[in-house]
């Protein structure tokens, strides 16, 4: 039996939520954070708790696409990720690999594609390889539903580059520096043609945005929960979601 059902409310005693399938999020951005801290109280190795990060990444990406939403995008590493240690950065760098074999196998099949945001040319190079095979494969496919790998990303980063992309253009005659729209701008960010996010959701009790989509979270909805991210589940991503439901979008209007 499916855990949601049809009808507009309220969570119901279970905790389950009951979410209203007509007015779902369009666009879902996650900060995947708590992993050290989950294997910390179990005594393990915080490479233990990536690969079960790792594993709920996986059951919350299918969630996404069984409810129907189209965009869900997840912060796997970030531009200052780096300064952790070498054996951390490279079990990270596997299960990220591990997973876009997956997926590679799986795309067409299940008719969905991956994109990155993020600076993938300064990844290990069979990654960054991996990566650029997964988006071209992903652009043959006629996809409902597209994960967003956030890699390599900082928010700043991915501003500046745009902003250098943007320079070069005005240097070379392309465009005009006084026609800039925010939407001609928002071409040159990675996220280019993917729309902002609705519903940005951080677990592990942090209250931070930490670099993840400055620019297209503008208008976001935050969502914020002590769920360590290992243990975070569809019934807890319902709870966002029915969360998000309640509240009163105005965009600045009134
Ligand atoms: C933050 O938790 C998590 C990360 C920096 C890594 C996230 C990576 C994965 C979930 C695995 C690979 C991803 C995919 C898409 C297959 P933290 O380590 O900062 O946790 P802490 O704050 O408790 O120390």
Redesign the pocket.
Known sequence: MAFWNRKKGNPNQAGEAELDLSRLPKHIGII???????ARKRGLP?TA??AA??ET?RTIAYHCRDLGIPYLT?Y???TE?WKRPAEEVSA?MD??RK?LLEALAKMEKDGFRIRFLGDITALPPELRDLCLETLETGSHVDAKYQIN?CLNYGGRDEIIRAAKAWAKDVADGRVQAEDLTEADFSRYLDSRGVPDPDLVIRP?GELRLSNFLPWQSAYAEFYFTDV??PDFSPQVLNQAIADFQRRQRRFGGI
Do not use: P
């Open positions: 995947m954070d708590g992993n050290g801290r989950w915080r708790g990536h990060g790792a990444f997840v796997a590493f970030s990720n990270i299960l990220l997973y790998v592990s360590l991210w």
